[in-house]
Structures are given as structure tokens and as C-alpha cells.
């Protein structure tokens, strides 16, 4: 199978790697790169559990086309803080947002985007920003009053 | 099958690429493609991009404006001259969805998707294809399955008059899931009485259409619970909207006049 050069950032980090033609980027990511956080749900574009920001902008590394990042940056929940510092994953926790863990990923970086363009949001621009984000375990309200909690302190920009 | 990428400069020599090989298929956003991709379908071996950034272009001139195919819903949301059309893209899909999503991409959408294209129809839009002339979007839906036989380059539409636009979409999923139908529909009132009415449906059948009895039914009427009597009875007529996992055609069919109802007499444009 043919093979492209592909650069781009990841995390801030300069990324080389060598794509097969067709490639989405979650397989990017997760095979050739080795960031797993990005997670392969339903590989349709329905439950945003691989949801990254790409230049900033949430997307669905399963549905991108790996070589459309070219000379891009891609953000993904493996570059926040190891050790949960981030406003965002410290609330995810306090309020139980997070259960089997599989979209917490996705909702994370969902929500950073929502809080880098609008910083204090209200419950509507909350539930439409994770709109795309199926979570099974939680019924959603915890992960809603933990982005509210972070934007209630005014936090929400990536460390 | 193995997959092979394209991308050329210009939408005519995507279109030509295309119309080179069967197994060709345009990308635009990818939201429909990259599926089958990921699925290892067997009839997508080529998948041919452009760079044109005439794609991404929305342009106004007076009252007419033109989407280019790779318009993005995340980019009609951000352009307050589409506020029109904001409640339209804000229901199709998350935001990360709709950063990927295209208007041509929704134009040749399968079941049940198409809810921009439902509203492109109830603005009487009309499709310019790569290499051919402009025709009625409508014209263009009927002919063309989901398959995406021709490469559209924009489609264009006069801005409709304040208040005389609307759309509603009905999902089991709030507020961004796919459409049980959508509705779409331009109902200017002159004098009272309805004059030249276009009403679209998405979802109920197998691509989006115009809704040319119950448009005839209002022409004339007042926009009232009696003057709309007549269109809510010819909603569905000579309909057969498809089963799916979310509805079957037999409830589109009874549901269909009662959100038809809604969206003439309740809702109006933001």
C-alpha cells in the first residue's frame, strides 16, 4: 500500500511519520504515533470518543483524512497534565464525570475547545459543545456541572 | 479494497478524476466517506480532493448569496449574514462534526441525513456543477442518488425575506441527532394570504424533495389553522418515507402534518 510523508504537531510536539493512502488520523494517532488517549468508538463520526482539536477546532480523528493535517497542530487529551492538574480533568473528577473512562478523552478536549472560544459559558453552549459526545455511564450531568465548574472559575484554557 | 488519495488544485480536474475511474468518489468533508473508508467498502478505491479555495468561499451580492461545496456548517455558523440558516447547521451533528461537514457533502447525503439540503430546497436554491451549467438544486436531488455521480462547485439562493424562512427538525436524539424528518420551508405572506410557498422534507423519502402538493394546497391561503388545513392534508400524499432505526415510514407519514403544522403556525425565523 502506498505510503505519504505526513508533519505535523501533536501536543506541540513535531510529529514525522509515514501514513498509508486512506489513513484516518485516530489510526495516526494511535498506531504510528502512539498517543492512545483518542479513542476508537464507533469509527462513524457518532460518538466522539476520538474527538480532537485540530488548529484549535474540535474534530473527529476518525473521520479526518490524516494527510489534511499536514503542517497543522493537533491537540489531543495526551497533552494535558499527566498528573490531572488541568481545571478541567480536576473537576471531571470531583464531580464523577468520568465512570469506564472511554469518552473522557473526547469530552475533555470537547470541552477545552468550548472554554478557549467561550470562556463562561452557560448550561446551553455546555450541552451543545458536547453534543457529539456519547457518554453510557454518567447521563451526562456530572460532566455538564463539571464544565460549568470550570467555567464558573473562569478557568478552561489549556495549561 | 486498497484506497488511494488524489488531490488536485481545481474542482474541474477533481471532477474530471472522478469521472475516470467507478471507483472514484469526490471528498469533501469526509464525514460520509471516511465512514465507508473505515468500513473497508469495496466500491471507494479513490478518493479524489482539491485545495480550490473558491470551495470554502461564501459570497453575497445584494440579495444573492453563494455557499461554495466546502462550505462547512461550523463556517455558516460563523457568518451572522447566514443567520437564516443557523438553526439549520447548528442541528447537524456536534461542532466537531460540523468543522468537517460540508453543504455539498449534505447534498448528496444518504437517509436520513440531508437537512441542509431540505432547507436549500425550500430556498429554491440551484447547484453548479464542475464542468456543466447551474440547474435547480431540485432538479439535481432527483436525478443524482447518494453516490455523488457530478462534483458540485456552490449553490446559490436569493436571501429570503425577513421572517419568512423556517426550518424544524424532529430527532430522538436532542438536539443534534439524525432527523426522524425535517422540514424546511420559505412562506412569504403578501396581503395576508400565502404567495409562492416552497416547503422541503428530509427523511421522508429516500433523498430530500419538494413538498409540491401541500406548497399548491397554501397558495392563497391565509397563514392560519384554517388556511393550512388543506397543505397538512397533502404532507405526506404520494409519499413512502423509509423504515430505519428510527422510525418507520408508516409514523413519518402520520407525524409529518403535525410538525408541518407546527413550523407554519409556530415557528419563525430567529
Given at each position: 500500500m502506498a505510503q505519504k510523508p505526513l508533519q505535523f504537531r501533536l501536543n506541540g510536539a513535531e510529529k514525522a511519520v509515514f501514513v498509508e493512502d486512506g489513513a484516518n488520523l485516530l489510526d495516526v494517532l494511535r498506531r504510528s504515533v502512539g498517543d492512545l488517549t483518542a479513542k476508537r468508538g464507533c469509527a462513524q463520526g457518532g460518538c466522539g470518543a476520538c474527538t480532537v482539536l485540530i488548529d484549535g477546532v474540535p474534530g473527529l480523528s476518525c473521520l479526518t483524512l490524516a494527510?489534511?493535517?499536514?503542517?497543522?497542530?493537533?491537540?489531543?487529551?495526551?497533552?494535558?497534565?499527566?498528573?490531572?492538574?488541568h481545571p478541567l480533568q480536576e473537576a471531571f473528577m470531583a464531580h464523577f464525570a468520568a465512570q469506564c473512562g472511554f469518552c473522557t478523552p473526547g469530552m475533555l478536549m470537547a470541552a477545552t475547545a468550548l472554554l478557549e472560544s467561550t470562556p463562561h459559558p452557560d448550561r446551553d453552549q455546555v450541552v451543545h459543545a458536547l453534543s457529539g459526545n456519547i457518554c453510557r455511564c454518567t447521563g451526562y450531568e456530572p460532566i455538564i456541572a463539571a464544565v460549568l465548574e470550570v467555567a464558573g472559575e473562569g478557568g478552561g484554557g489549556r495549561s | 479494497m486498497t484506497v488511494t488519495v488524489h488531490c488536485v488544485p481545481t474542482v474541474a480536474e477533481a471532477a474530471e478524476a472522478v469521472a475516470r475511474d467507478r471507483s472514484a468518489r469526490y471528498f469533501g468533508g469526509g464525514t460520509l466517506l471516511m465512514r465507508a473508508v473505515n468500513e473497508g467498502a469495496d466500491e471507494v478505491g479513490i478518493l479524489v480532493r482539491t485545495t480550490d479555495p473558491d470551495l470554502k468561499r461564501i459570497t453575497s451580492s445584494g440579495p444573492s448569496i453563494t455557499l461554495g461545496a466546502g462550505v462547512t456548517m461550523r463556517a455558516v455558523l460563523a457568518d451572522p449574514a447566514l443567520a437564516f440558516l443557523h438553526p439549520v447547521a447548528r442541528t447537524i451533528g456536534g461542532p466537531a462534526l460540523q468543522a468537517q461537514a460540508t453543504v455539498g457533502g449534505n447534498l448528496f447525503a444518504p437517509h436520513p441525513y440531508g437537512d441542509m439540503a431540505a432547507a436549500l430546497l425550500a430556498l429554491d436554491a440551484e447547484a453548479a456543477c464542475a464542468g456543466g451549467p447551474s440547474r435547480p438544486l431540485?432538479?439535481?436531488?432527483?436525478?443524482?442518488?447518494?453516490?455523488?455521480?457530478?462534483?458540485?462547485?456552490?449553490?446559490?439562493?436569493?436571501?429570503?425575506?425577513?421572517?419568512?424562512?423556517?426550518?424544524?427538525?424532529?430527532?430522538r436524539v436532542r438536539p443534534t441527532g439524525a432527523p426522524v424528518l425535517s422540514v424546511a420551508a420559505s412562506i412569504p405572506v403578501v396581503s395576508g394570504r400565502i404567495s409562492g410557498a416552497r416547503i422541503a422534507w428530509s427523511a421522508m423519502a429516500p433523498r430530500p424533495l419538494r413538498a409540491a402538493e401541500a406548497e399548491r394546497a397554501l397558495e392563497g391561503c391565509r397563514p392560519d389553522a384554517t388556511g393550512i388545513a388543506g397543505a397538512l392534508a397533502a404532507a405526506a400524499r404520494g409519499l413512502d418515507p423509509p423504515d430505519d432505526a428510527l422510525a418507520s415510514g408508516w409514523y413519518r407519514a402520520e407525524v409529518a402534518p403535525v410538525h408541518l403544522r407546527r413550523l407554519l403556525l409556530e415557528d419563525g425565523e430567529d
Open positions: 494527510e489534511t493535517v499536514e503542517g497543522r497542530s493537533v491537540a489531543t487529551a495526551g497533552g494535558l497534565p499527566g498528573d490531572g492538574s | 431540485a432538479d439535481l436531488l432527483r436525478d443524482t442518488g447518494t453516490a455523488g455521480s457530478q462534483v458540485v462547485r456552490s449553490v446559490s439562493f436569493t436571501r429570503p425575506a425577513a421572517g419568512t424562512f423556517r426550518f424544524r427538525k424532529v430527532t
